[in-house]
């Protein structure tokens, strides 16, 4: 698998997760939105030209990771988060 690197972008009560990938200037996108101390993963994109690399999962990865460190809830509106959470039933703590 290519190298995905995860960089972590926050403004105010949004905030982003992307995911570059070595050799694209494709951006993978997790945005998310502070609702009651929770974050609410409300869409994940990937290009189709870093497609099929795993970049989705990582980006999922990255905000549970911040979740545990954190200790913010995440409210899995995203389709594709959510099918994470059913994948992960070590993350069901980290659900709001």
């Known amino acids: 698998m290519d190298e ?11 905030g982003e997760y ?10 993978g996108r997790l945005t998310w939105v502070s609702r009651d101390g929770d974050r609410v993963a409300d869409h994940t994109l990937v290009p189709k030209e870093i497609g099929g690399r795993g ?4 980006l999922v990865e990255a905000l549970v990771a911040d ?3 954190q200790g ?3 409210v899995p509106q995203c ?17 709001a």
Request: glycine letters at 6%.
């Open 4 to 14: 995905v690197t995860i960089t972590r972008h926050a403004q105010g009560s949004r």
């Open 18 to 27: 992307h995911a570059h990938v070595a050799g694209s200037g494709a951006i």
């Open 55 to 58: 970049v989705a999962a990582k």
């Open 67 to 69: 979740a545990r460190a």
């Open 72 to 74: 913010f809830k995440i």
């Open 79 to 95: 389709s594709y988060v959510a099918a994470a959470f059913e994948k992960h039933p070590e993350w069901t703590d980290l659900k």
